[in-house]
């Protein structure tokens, strides 16, 4: 069983995020981290292997200036390998270009399964991986809470509004996994070690193979989003009970 | 008494002065649920002259006034005896940051969460971090000179006090407020108030430095067999680092009550007797860092790690301790600073004790292993038997420790005082405390037995 994870590495969302003026892009210029709602994926992608009895799984990313921090940690969880795409000309692609980019370092090696989270923390389009599947041409199924393979059949509860369902479909395939589905595991110090010594090919453009990359999107102007107004406190006398429920009439919430 | 409470509705309004049982009850009973208390009114001033003006009341009718933060204290101190006022701080709310100068200019009841809400818009934080920060209050942080997790580093509360404004017993209103970094000029208000658990003054307002928030942390949590051995890793963490900002322990007792409570597993097979969790924090820090350092350590069985937003995972093993205590039963809690080089012995003494002459009571040992600061938690003891406390306690002092580390000694530990402070000792802050509060209204029954 050999499964492709997709990671995207990302700003510390700890750190308030800064647009370029000029092209409004994200400013990922500082160290970037794996975003957490890859971990998720990266976690099943690891107990999928182990289940299947053996297997790898190899990391997909793809990351302006070589950054491989983020990497780093989920090799340190236990993933064998990674595929890092760096190159100055991917700065600011579009959900397209990306999707194209990951296919074709997917494509790189054999594979049964690609994993990738439903959508990341700093850009949530929540379009690439569906893209990826369809450039791949493998069925996808999101929004994923669990994930089993039996006899070469993919087994996905599919969370919807209501509940789940229960989704099959043959490999290859991509399953875009829920954040928090799962708990990801720890990096351990023996893992921290192992992933200094594991090989993360760094590729650019021109050896991806896709020929020219074109970005076909734009983002023309970006607006602050409005402040929400603030709300009324009310401060317990005794009598609060009354005012909330007044509130609430006054809303034709009761 | 009834004409207290007439008196102090004319003077603040009916509102400010609260009487319903329903809405008292929360200030009556400590976090614990150990201590539980009477009141004649929960008073909630909004300024300082209210407070003075409260103060003046009490004292003209001889009325007990308890000054109560966030109600987080763990050793009965905010806890009203019967026929006092409850002075609630929470109504004191003001924020006043110089970002330059890097001082905070805070009313007392200002939470922690609060203050670092406000001070990380402009990349700043408070020094001292405590679990309870949702709810204490920095009043209540400046009158325990609250400890927390970051001591080893940055110091305790009072080494960030800057100014205090203060409404004494005696009514007098004081105010060192201007942040001042030197200030010879006199006996330090400041310091005598921080620690002084209400027995002297309401705290109505605090100037505290701040530090640089915008700082990349890492977490190791770290298995190991012996309590001796966390002591070499942190001995050895400390010469190798030299952005050490937290260093604490766990005992497998208190871990396994932490599995039992919450969803989370044990992130590194099975739970270890002992864990450490050592801190990191600097621009610089990477776990790499790290696990290059345990890897070499013999001590270490197995580590988990992580940086940033993910450590919180690691941090809740033992965040979560004094909630997960609670959760199965009224502790006694027993908060005591031990000589670093004998925690270990300490440890293993109060074990043995308890499996030899309590094998009823469950114990659950962990704490700030950095400042030798032991929390002895007790469950399975009735709520008024001490007999155990004060064994314990005196073991304590044989070890030249004391017997409050950091809570304070509230109503839990004032039979025990003289176990670490003498006669003399006792005798002088007593003479302080009549002093400034003439009338003995303040906080009566915390720290000393009722004075005569
Ligand atoms: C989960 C948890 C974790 C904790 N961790 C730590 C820790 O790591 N380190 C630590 O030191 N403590 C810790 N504590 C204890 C507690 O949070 C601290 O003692 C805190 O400083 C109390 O603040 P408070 O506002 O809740 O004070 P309260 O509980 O309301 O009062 C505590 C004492 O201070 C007095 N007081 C309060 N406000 C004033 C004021 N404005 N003027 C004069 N006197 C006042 C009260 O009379 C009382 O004696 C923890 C508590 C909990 C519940």
Redesign the pocket.
């Known amino acids: 069983m050999n499964i492709a994870v997709c990671v995207k590495q990302i700003p510390d969302q700890s750190v308030p995020g800064k647009l370029d003026p000029g092209t409004h892009n994200l400013v990922r210029d500082g160290k970037l981290i794996l975003d957490d709602s890859d971990s998720y994926g990266v976690e099943m992608a690891l107990q999928l292997v182990d289940r299947a009895g053996g297997g790898e799984v190899t990391l997909i990313s793809m990351a302006p200036n070589g950054e491989v921090s983020g990497i780093r940690t989920a090799l340190a969880m236990g993933a064998d390998r990674a595929v890092l795409v760096s190159d100055p000309s991917l700065a600011g692609s579009d959900a397209l270009t990306t999707a194209k980019v990951l296919a074709a370092a997917i494509r790189r090696n054999p594979f049964d399964l690609v994993m990738a989270a439903t959508e990341s923390t700093d850009g949530y389009t929540g379009t690439v991986p569906v893209q990826v599947a369809e450039i791949l041409d493998i069925p996808s199924v999101s929004f994923a809470k669990k994930v089993e393979i039996e006899n070469g059949i993919l087994k996905v509860q599919r969370q919807t509004e209501s509940g789940y369902d229960e989704v099959e479909c043959p490999l290859p395939a991509l399953v875009t996994v829920t954040a928090g589905v799962v708990e990801p595991r720890y990096p351990s110090f023996k893992g921290i070690m192992a992933a200094k010594s594991k090989p993360v090919d760094v590729l650019d453009v021109a050896a991806l193979g896709t020929g020219p990359l074109t970005t076909s999107q734009e983002i023309v102007s970006v607006r602050a989003a409005e402040e929400r107004a603030s709300g009324t406190v009310v401060v317990d006398e005794g009598d609060a009970f009354r005012q909330v429920v007044e509130f609430l009439e006054a809303i034709k919430v009761i | 008494m009834a004409d207290v409470v007439e008196a102090l509705r004319r003077s603040f309004g009916v509102g400010s002065v609260v009487t319903d049982p329903d809405i008292t009850s929360g200030y009556l009973t ?2 614990t649920g150990r201590f539980k208390g009477e009141a004649l009114c929960v008073l909630r001033p909004v300024n300082s002259w209210q407070v003075q003006r409260a103060v003046e009341i009490a004292n003209s009718s001889h009325t007990p006034m ?10 009965g ?2 806890t009203p005896v019967r026929g006092g006022i409850v002075l609630s ?1 929470q109504f ?1 709310k003001g924020i006043d940051i110089d970002v330059n100068a890097r001082v905070a200019k805070l009313s ?2 200002v ?1 922690l969460n609060e203050l670092n809400s406000k001070a990380r818009e402009v990349g700043l934080r408070f020094a001292v971090d ?3 920060r949702e ?15 970051h001591l080893i580093r940055y110091g ?2 009072r080494q960030q006090l800057l100014g205090i404004e ?1 409404v004494l017993g005696n009514g007098q209103l004081i105010a060192r407020m201007e942040g001042l970094h030197k200030d010879n000029s006199g006996y330090d208000w400041s310091s005598i ?1 921080c620690g ?4 002297l ?4 307002a605090v100037a505290v430095k701040l530090i640089s928030a915008a700082l990349h942390r890492s977490v190791a949590l770290i298995a190991v067999d012996t309590l001796s051995g966390a002591i070499r890793i942190m001995g050895d963490a400390r010469r190798e680092f030299s952005n050490l900002d937290a260093v604490e322990f766990m005992s497998r007792s208190g871990l396994e009550l932490v599995q039992r409570l919450g969803s989370k597993a044990w992130p590194m097979g099975e739970i270890p007797p002992y864990a450490l969790l050592i801190e990191l924090e600097g621009d610089d820090v990477e776990v790499e860092d790290i696990a290059d350092f345990l890897e070499s350590h013999e001590d270490v069985l197995d580590a988990a790690l992580a940086s940033d937003a993910r450590a919180d995972g690691l941090w809740y093993w033992r ?1 979560q301790h ?2 997960a205590i609670n959760h199965f039963g009224v502790p006694h809690k027993l908060d005591v600073a031990i000589p670093i080089g004998s925690v270990d012995s300490f440890v293993r003494y109060v074990s043995e004790l308890l499996e030899l002459e309590y094998p009823n009571v469950r114990s659950v040992i962990f704490g ?1 292993l950095g400042d030798g600061n032991v929390h002895v938690n007790l469950l399975n003891v009735e709520e008024s038997d001490e007999e155990l406390d004060h064994e314990i306690f005196a073991t304590v002092a044989s070890y030249g420790g004391s017997i409050s580390a ?3 000694i ?1 109503r839990a530990k004032v039979g025990d005082l003289s176990l670490t402070r003498s006669p003399q000792d006792i005798e002088s802050m007593r003479g302080l405390k009549k002093a400034l509060d003439p009338a003995l209204i303040m ?1 009566p029954g ?1 720290l000393f037995n009722q004075v005569g």
């Open positions: 400590d976090w308890i000054t109560q933060g966030g109600n987080t204290g763990l050793v101190g905010a701080t004191l007392a009841g939470t405590i679990a309870s709810s204490a209050t920095v009043g209540g942080m400046v009158a325990t000179n609250a400890g927390g997790i305790g509360t203060t108030l002084s658990e209400g027995t003054g309401v705290i109505t965040e004094t909630v700030h950091e809570h304070g509230g906080n915390v």
